[in-house]
T-cell receptor
Framework: GAVVSQHPSRVICKSGTSVKIECRSL??????MFWYRQFPKQSLMLMAT?????????EQGVEKDKFLINHASLTLSTLTVTSAHPEDSSFYIC????????????FGEGSWLTVV | QQQVKQSPQSLIVQKGGISIINCAYE??????FPWYQQFPGKGPALLIA?????SEKKEGRFTISFNKSAKQFSLHIMDSQPGDSATYFC????????????FGQGTTLQVKP
């Protein structure tokens, strides 16, 4: 199946700093990518939808100035958590949908963010 | 309208048994219903998916049963194995065809040897 890669898989950052997480589709062109957040033992919560070359669409309650999303190419989307705080510590997961893949969505392996 | 309700929250099954997880949705415009398997610390992996024009889909030990009139669908894992122990999420595709997935709450499955 299609492969979606996330990097880094784990990151620790200091409170107040920014951290960037990359999401790449390795063997298909992803016209749309999605960013989710998952707390332990909970379901995935959609944060935003990004389409290549356009601004991301954020879900209600998600601060777009805090969670910057860029989808500069058909294979790469990035999520930057700005001015991170301990409450931003979470598992961040991206998914990607290809232009010819119908509704099939493939997920990355996730990135653990710990803010200390 | 946009919710997907999943049950049970947790499930314990003996090895070789059948695991059944149920989901219900409200929005009849949903047109794609995938199931994902997630191991601790990993991203969800697509297991099997179905569209509303089909009542059942089987792939190996995994079967989705779909009841359009009841707005319910379920995952059946036949001959459950300890390696199937994971969290399972059902989902439904956003009817606007944006590709957004609305997830159920998840079911933690434990298969005892």
């Amino acid at each position: 199946g299609a492969v979606v890669s996330q990097h880094p898989s784990r990151v620790i950052c200091k409170s107040g700093t920014s951290v960037k997480i990359e999401c790449r589709s390795l063997d298909f062109q992803a016209t749309t990518m999605f960013w989710y957040r998952q707390f332990p033992k909970q379901s995935l919560m959609l944060m935003a939808t990004s389409n290549e070359g356009s601004k991301a669409t954020y879900e209600q309650g998600v601060e777009k100035d805090k969670f910057l999303i860029n989808h500069a190419s058909l294979t790469l989307s990035t999520l930057t958590v700005t001015s991170a705080h301990p409450e931003d510590s979470s598992f961040y997961i991206c998914s990607a949908r290809g232009s010819g893949a119908g509704n099939t969505i493939y997920f990355g392996e996730g990135s653990w963010l710990t803010v200390v | 309208q946009q919710q997907v309700k999943q049950s049970p929250q947790s499930l314990i099954v003996q090895k070789g048994g059948i695991s059944i997880i149920n989901c219900a949705y409200e929005n009849t415009a949903f047109d794609y219903f995938p199931w994902y398997q997630q191991f601790p610390g990993k991203g969800p992996a697509l297991l099997i998916a179905i569209r509303p024009d089909v009542s059942e889909k089987k792939e190996g030990r995994f079967t989705i049963s779909f009841n359009k009139s009841a707005k319910q669908f379920s995952l059946h894992i036949m001959d459950s194995q300890p390696g199937d122990s994971a969290t399972y999420f059902c989902a439904a595709s956003d009817p606007g065809n944006t590709g957004k997935l609305i997830f159920g709450q998840g079911t933690t499955l434990q298969v005892k040897p």
